[in-house]
């Protein structure tokens, strides 16, 4: 069976009806953005910036797209832990400083980083993600993390492919 070749920036972005226009107009700061309109037509690229770091901006001006309105995903087990009632003085404190932590860095931008570094570990562009992480190198837990995360779900799906073949789709044995 022959693998498929990996879609490019352009195929994806078609497929959700987006262009890609690339600017020297940005700040310095912005990578890119996503067009404002209540039905974005474009993400503005700064030219200014690094390939490397284009690319990641895209994959997260995407990931802002598909995900807009949609609240990020809570942690319910540290929900759990941090908004329990304690009685000590020391665990009150301690679960207030990971309220703020978890509140402050697992928002949003967090879940638009870890969508563009997996669509760049899944599109093959390791050159580009190794690129991005000299510069940004408080990325690489999280770049770790994408790609355990990736192997599980490759190896899960594996496993229930298996599963389905050898008890067919509808649970008898073939």
Known sequence: MEA????????????????LEYT??????VGAILDNHPKPAYIAVNQ??????QHFWIWYE??????????ARK??????LINRKYHSHFMKVWSR??????????GPELRNELFAITLMIQLGQKDDLRQYLEKHPKM??????CIVALRFLHMRRQFQAAIRQLFGVNGTIA
């Open 140 to 145: 690489a837990a999280w770049v770790i993390y």
């Open 48 to 53: 200014k910036r690094p390939i490397c770091e």
């Open 4 to 19: 498929k070749p990996k879609p490019n920036v352009e195929e994806l972005l078609k497929a959700v009806s987006l262009s």
């Open 24 to 29: 020297t107009e940005l700040p310095d700061k």
């Open 62 to 71: 995407l990931g802002r797209f598909i995900y807009a309105g949609r609240p």
């Open 75 to 80: 942690l319910t087990w540290a929900e759990r």
């Open 97 to 106: 400083y990971n309220r703020l932590y978890i509140h402050r860095h697992c």
